[in-house]
């Protein structure tokens, strides 16, 4: 699944925020998931997030005006697609913030 987050940062800053806060990502999940992010460039993010025996891994690229995220969710998950990309909206938004 791929979705595009819209932000009006520029690419500058929404590399520095998804930089600062990523790595808090972790803490945010308070032990009920696993999440582990790494950098492969300036603008590429792998996020890989692990809960109740599930992986879902994401591709976050830091755009001008977007940040793209490409979501790998299991086929056993595709129940609940919509509630994943919600969730992946929400939590993005409130990495720029």
Do not use: N
């Amino acid at each position: 699944m791929r979705m595009a987050i819209p932000h009006t940062l520029g690419r500058e800053e929404a590399r520095r925020r998804l930089r600062d806060k990523a790595g808090r990502a972790a803490e945010k999940a308070d032990g009920m998931a696993t999440v582990t992010t790494a950098f492969t460039d300036d603008d590429h993010m792998t996020m890989s997030v692990t809960a109740m025996g599930y992986t879902v891994d994401c591709h976050v690229e830091v755009a001008e005006s977007e940040l793209v995220v490409d979501v790998d969710i299991p086929a056993s998950l595709g129940f609940a697609k919509r509630m994943i990309e919600g969730v992946i909206r929400e939590k993005s938004g409130k990495l720029l913030t």
